[in-house]
């Protein structure tokens, strides 16, 4: 029997993943979590063989949840289920340990067979995403972006939805002071010196969208 642990934020959606998981027969749900904070503590109590997770969560994220799960346990096989298929994303929760990425717009079956698959040790991709995310360029703007650290990630996505420093410190739990440096680095790392240059490549790569969403 395969344990899997669910993290997302929306009850709804993990009871439908639920329902789907156990009606395989050889999947059992074993805990569920709504934040990245209860997703790690459920790993570290349960120890499932497969997690599956949202990237879109509170405490933190699911790019940090990826990164301390796999701080606990290197060998952890991480699925990452989300509404966002844009391939600075996928790169993003693959260069943060995942070894499987499957969209929500997946048939359902496509759930199914991405815990089968990571049980067994292989990675996974969705159908509709192409298998060469797996692979990267270094000299592409989205490999620069691949390149901030899961903690700079998040507080970029945050700054590019138009959260000023101070709302993004809150969310994440870090100083104001904290969050200053690290929109330093982050404007650095990816070559931008104005905010509106931060949103423009932001929305470029799909990591929002034109709404800020």
Same mark, same amino acid.
């Given at each position: 029997?395969?344990?899997?642990? !669910? $993290? ?24 569920? *979590? #709504? ?11 349960? %120890? ?30 991480? !699925? ?12 993003? $929760? ?5 070894? #499987? ?19 067994? #040790? ?13 692979? %990267?360029?270094?000299?592409?703007? *989205? ?21 000023? $420093? ?18 330093? $680095?982050?404007?650095?790392? !990816? ?9 423009? !490549? ?12």
């Amino acid at each position: 029997m395969i344990r899997v642990l !669910l $993290a997302d934020d929306h009850p709804v959606v993990r009871s439908g993943y639920l329902r789907l998981l156990d009606q395989a027969g050889d999947i059992q749900v074993i805990a569920e *979590a #709504g934040d990245a904070d209860a997703a790690h503590a459920a790993f570290v109590a349960h %120890r499932p063989d497969v997690l599956v997770t949202d990237l879109a969560m509170p405490g933190g994220g699911g790019l940090a949840l990826l990164r301390r799960v796999l701080l606990r346990d290197a060998q952890a096989r991480l !699925l990452v289920f989300s509404m966002h298929d844009a391939p600075v994303l996928v790169r993003r $929760a693959l260069q943060a340990g995942a070894r #499987g990425f499957l969209t929500k717009a997946s048939a359902p079956e496509c759930l199914v067979d991405a815990v089968r698959e990571l049980h067994a #040790g292989r990675r996974y991709l969705g159908r509709e995403l192409p298998p060469a995310l797996f692979e %990267r360029d270094p000299h592409d703007e *989205a490999a620069r972006l691949a390149e901030l650290s899961a903690r700079e990630f998040e507080v970029f996505r945050l700054l590019a939805q138009g959260h000023s $420093a101070g709302a993004c410190a809150e969310v994440l739990k870090l100083s104001p002071k904290t969050v200053a440096n690290l929109q330093t $680095a982050i404007k650095d790392k !990816l070559g931008v010196v104005t905010s509106a240059a931060l949103v423009h !490549l932001a929305i470029r790569h799909q990591v929002i969208s034109t709404a800020g969403a």
